[in-house]
């Protein structure tokens, strides 16, 4: 079963512009990871939050994590055509049974208009 | 070095058939799961090797799905007698180890299954 839900569903912008996408899970995590998928490729991973960290940065990305409220937000600045993919997030449990499986959302379908 | 491969890329089959699809992980890594990814949505776990020991095949929908991985390296994802909802993405995984947790698993390319 998933663990989270993106949000929105679908993100549409012009290039130059900021995408945010959100996420939500229900249970405990060791970390939160996105990962982007283009269409007929497979799914690249693109940064990892460990569940006491609060931010963090990669080049033109920018992951959030609040364990309270059990979300995660993942911004891209400056967004380019190539960005245009869907993007998931997954968590890793905390311990016990499933701990090593990576639990997906359903993705955020983002298109970059040049 | 070389990512995660998989074959075949697509793979049509009549329904009742038995399908087999391969992954061959990054060099040396020891952890291995098997994903699959229905359309319009986030890949569902299936189950996860740690080198030829399933340790964990919770995800498997029916006994009709069965993984091995004889030799703690490729890794073969065997359907018996498919029906159409088995039709989907199938992805395969690595990673180096999960001593610490944060290992980030490499993903393969998928095989499309398509089941008439």
């Known amino acids: 079963s998933q663990q989270g839900e993106e949000d929105p569903q679908a993100l549409s912008i012009q290039e130059g512009e900021n995408a945010t996408m959100n996420c939500s899970y229900k249970t405990s995590i060791n970390n939160l990871q996105w990962y982007r998928q283009n269409s007929g490729r497979g799914l690249v991973h693109l940064i990892l939050?460990?569940?006491?960290?609060r931010e963090k940065h990669s080049g033109r990305l920018r992951v959030t994590l609040d364990t309270s409220k059990k979300s995660s937000s993942l911004l891209i600045t400056a967004s380019r055509a190539a960005d245009t993919a869907s993007y998931f997030c997954?968590?890793?449990?905390?311990?016990?049974?499933?701990?090593?499986?990576?639990?997906f959302g359903k993705g955020t379908k983002l298109s970059v208009i040049p | 070095g070389a990512g995660v491969s998989q074959s075949p890329r697509y793979k049509v089959a009549k329904r009742g058939q038995d399908v087999a699809l391969r992954c061959d992980p990054i060099?040396?890594?020891?952890?291995l799961f098997w994903y699959q990814q229905a359309l319009g949505q986030g890949p569902e776990f299936l189950t996860y090797?740690?080198?030829?020991?399933?340790?964990?095949k919770s995800g498997l929908p029916s006994d009709r799905f069965f993984a091995e991985r004889p030799e703690g390296s490729v890794s073969t994802l065997k359907i018996q007698r498919t029906q159409q909802e088995d039709s989907a993405v199938y992805l395969c995984?690595?990673?180096?180890?999960?001593?610490?947790?944060?290992?980030?698993?490499?993903f393969g390319p998928g095989t499309r299954l398509t089941v008439l």
């Open positions: 060099s040396g890594h020891v952890s």
């Open positions: 090797f740690q080198n030829e020991a399933q340790l964990d």
């Open positions: 997954a968590t890793r449990a905390y311990s016990g049974a499933g701990s090593y499986q990576l639990t």
């Open positions: 939050i460990r569940s006491n960290e």
């Open positions: 995984a690595s990673s180096l180890a999960l001593t610490r947790g944060t290992d980030t698993q490499y």
